[in-house]
């Protein structure tokens, strides 16, 4: 079992598995140059591989695949086989932006794969276009309606933005309700990569909104989660609030990033490079630095709004 220095345990892995994104979105990262790592400074599947089999072995029972982009990265269906081969029942998710999807959906399903968070932060194409600086809203929702197809469990993802996408709030939570999938929608997460002149609707906002046209009723703060649910009429929706610290008192995940970094907190600076040791194959070492980054983790992470703090960390690197 692994815990951290403040008890809590870890059983939860996100990896970002690449950098790269065919995106290139005004909150995240929308001045990156493409194709801008070079290929040796990643960690190969096998390696990455390496070590998931230790972080299991030591409780790790829940993982997500992120990016930049996931479905960039080549023989990703290969890679979710092998983690669903060696432990059949661990919680497998991926988070993509759904252009590829409609591609890849079958062979990620045949895979292993059960459960697809997509983001969708508008429904107009032209909004869309503006946003991600690319034209791809029809491309993404031909990848959901793929995915549904093949029986996926899916989410949206929405960053509830001002002046951009919050009059349409309560059609993309009715395009969701249609799907039959929960959409959660996210606060605009402050760092010094994006366009600086976005600004985000925070939680009370985003239910003021709502409430124009449900009734709102808040239902439960998912365990381990920093989403919080709530119904509208009789569908079930999410919001999550990262500049809350209500959710880091049972907050149970690290995160690999695709250059071998183990990262303790999203908001937290400190990270140690697992990369020599896993291409050495000394996983004792890497157990260690495994050990090193739990006690490095925060109670409590250090994004704070009032204090006007922003992340430096870009969340293209981490998968947020």
């Known amino acids: 079992m692994l815990m951290d220095q403040f008890g809590r345990k870890i059983d939860y892995l996100r990896i970002s598995v690449t950098q790269r994104c065919n995106f290139r979105c005004l909150y995240c990262m929308p001045k990156i140059p493409f194709d801008y790592v070079p290929k040796e400074e990643l960690l190969s599947f096998e390696e990455m591989f390496c070590f998931i089999k230790l972080a299991i072995d030591e409780g790790i029972s829940k993982i997500r695949i992120t990016g930049g982009e996931p479905l960039l990265r080549k023989e990703l269906s290969v890679f979710i086989k092998m983690i669903k081969d060696y432990k059949k029942d661990i919680d497998l998710a991926m988070t993509t932006n759904g252009f590829l999807l409609k591609d890849y959906a079958k062979e990620l399903k045949d895979a292993g794969l059960e459960r697809i968070n997509v983001s969708l932060d508008t429904l107009d194409s032209k909004k869309a276009k503006i946003l991600a600086q690319k034209d791809v809203l029809s491309s993404v929702l ?54 600086g002149q976005l600004k985000g609707l925070k939680r009370d906002e985003i239910l003021q909104i709502l409430s124009q046209k449900y009734q709102i009723f808040l239902l439960e703060k998912a365990e381990k989660s920093p989403v919080t649910l709530y119904t ?33 907190c999203l908001y937290h600076d400190e990270a140690l490079s697992i990369k020599e040791a896993v291409r050495k194959k000394d996983m004792q070492k890497a157990f260690q630095i495994l050990k090193q980054v739990l006690q490095n983790k925060p109670e409590k992470n250090r994004w704070s709004v009032t204090d006007n703090q922003i992340s430096s960390r870009a969340f293209y690197q981490t998968g947020g």
């Open 142 to 195: 031909s990848g959901i309606e793929e995915a549904l197809k093949y029986d996926f469990k899916i989410k949206l993802n929405t960053v509830a933005l001002k002046t951009f996408n919050e009059n349409e709030l309560s059609s993309l939570l009715e395009f969701a309700k249609s799907k039959n999938i929960q959409i959660r929608f996210i606060e605009f997460m402050e760092n010094h990569h994006a366009y």
């Open 232 to 264: 509208a009429n009789d569908y079930k929706f999410g919001i999550i609030d990262p500049h809350s610290h209500e959710f880091c008192d049972t907050c149970n995940r690290i995160r690999l990033s695709a250059n071998g970094l183990l990262i303790p």
